[in-house]
């Protein structure tokens, strides 16, 4: 009778500790969560969070009662209630122990998600086939997954402009994500434009097309207007570039160089989805020449510039 109760008791921990860990998890990753506000799938990824959590949360489960249960316990409805009450009242009197599981149930996870990407830092800073602009000996590097019609991408571009303008020692890369190409053409026509430009004409040219294309989709989003492949046509052409789309927004370039543009893009996209992304943007700010846990920062949607220089500062070392 001793081993029954016992096995009960610890029963009763387990299921109050899992009953507690999901009350904590909604309270970090609920609905009123700011976590990934600025992120455009914000809202997936939550939900995503939360299907992860619950995941988690059933193994720990099943690992606890595989472990503690005695052969042949099996509870009665008055267990089940009793459990219930146990678990409930639990909650009520160690409200501070549920945060504080949350909070490092997130840390670990974050730090999984640091792990992943400091493991995947020589395709993160691979440099061929992936716009950059910046010093070759950059101590730093600061990475964006986005999208050219990604509202939250255009917004945080001056922010980054102003990051990389007033940070001389630090290396931008520049991953498209065309999470909108199945909602407007400009996602992966622009993607696939500044590849070309970036291969044939090098960074500087890269940058100033980015840069132009950012601001115009931005404006015409904030204006409630359409940015068509004429517009883009017409910011291409005035840039010099005749070689690229006609004046109806129509590619000029053969279908060959328009598949290996895209064989990158689709190398983006299996590379964000490795790392879990779903949204954009997404940055990540890590020390280029030894980068790990500690110093690299992953930002899901757009930061202001405070929080982007201190992401920088703490990849420095300092």
Known sequence: MEN??????QTLIHIALVVGGFVAGSVIWGNGSNIMNSNDSANESVNKKQIELANSINALAQTANQVNKPAGLVLTEQDKELIGKTA????IEHPENLVEAGKRLEANRDGEKTSDVVNTKDVLLETKFTPNYGPDNADVAVIEFFDYMCHFCQQSSPVLEKAIAENKNVRTFFKDF??????TPISGMGAKIGLY??????????YEFHNKLMSEAGRAMKDRKDYTPANLAALVNGLGYKEILDQQGNFLLTVEMRDQLQNVLDANMMLADKLNYSGTPVFIVMNMKNPQNKTTTIMPGAPDFYRLQQAINKAKGN
């Open 4 to 9: 029954k109760q016992n096995s009960k008791k």
């Open 88 to 91: 409930a009242q639990y909650l």
């Open 178 to 183: 065309t999470i909108f190409a199945d909602r």
């Open 197 to 206: 430009i970036f291969n044939k004409y090098g960074q500087e040219k890269y």
